[in-house]
């Protein structure tokens, strides 16, 4: 993609699509390329938190001022997307905090979006951002994530493989493990099925080698 004065412009990757290709590759390339979402009871809560979430605008309580549904961006890995709340307190500094229905993992997704929300605050607020959070609504606590140069390199990493795979054909292969029975998209992805193929080339080759190279032919 290029612009009028003939500079590339990079494919834009939301947000939402960074969290969803750290937990699985295939899952993020069926929203991405076949629109392919699917709700179940867990999905359909974290849309209703949201939604509360994210009614624009900001307020204030005293020494901290939380900004909601704030768009992002950032020009130089070309992300995309929307914050849920920002808080800015008296010392400057900006905090990013996701909020999540479920329950949080120290290291998972979630903190690959919530970094990737802090590193497009950073360029559009021109500061540095040091630590944000996700808030779990399963136990009702705010997780500190720390914005270290190792979770920004996931980040770098994970926009540039979304990005593959929104240029491309291909759909990524299934986890076919434990995320899988977690999932809302099971039905459509067929991890068990798909992950079974290699296996089943491999005997399907078997049965109709030629006569000549089949162990019987004396």
């Not at 309580?61 to 992002?72: D, G, I, Q, Y």
Request: hydrophobic residues 40%; charged residues 25%; contains cysteine.
């Amino acid at each position: 993609m290029s612009t009028a004065g003939g500079a590339q412009e990079l494919l834009p990757v939301p947000l939402s699509a960074l969290e969803h290709y750290d937990y699985c590759p295939r899952q993020a390339g069926l929203i991405l390329l076949e629109d392919g979402f699917a709700d179940d009871a867990a999905t359909v809560r974290g849309t209703l938190a949201h939604h509360r979430v994210h009614d624009p605008g900001q307020e204030s309580r005293p020494s901290v001022r939380t900004l909601r549904a704030l768009p992002v961006w950032h020009h130089g890995l070309g992300m995309t997307g929307v914050c849920d709340v920002v808080e800015l307190l008296p010392d400057g500094t900006v905090l990013p905090v996701e909020y999540k229905s479920g329950a949080y993992k120290p290291g998972g997704a979630a903190d690959v979006q919530v970094a990737a929300q802090a590193m497009c605050l950073e360029e559009r607020m021109d500061t540095r951002i040091a630590d944000a959070a996700v808030y779990s609504m399963a136990d009702r606590r705010r997780h500190t994530v720390a914005v270290d140069e190792e979770l920004r390199e996931r980040v770098r990493s994970a926009v540039e493989q979304v990005r593959a795979v929104m240029t491309g054909s291909v759909l990524p292969p299934p986890a076919a493990d434990a995320r899988c029975r977690r999932c809302s998209m099971n039905t459509s992805c067929m991890p068990k099925v798909l992950a079974g193929q290699a296996r089943y080339q491999r005997h399907l080759a078997a049965l109709y080698r030629p006569a000549e190279e089949t162990e019987w032919d004396d």
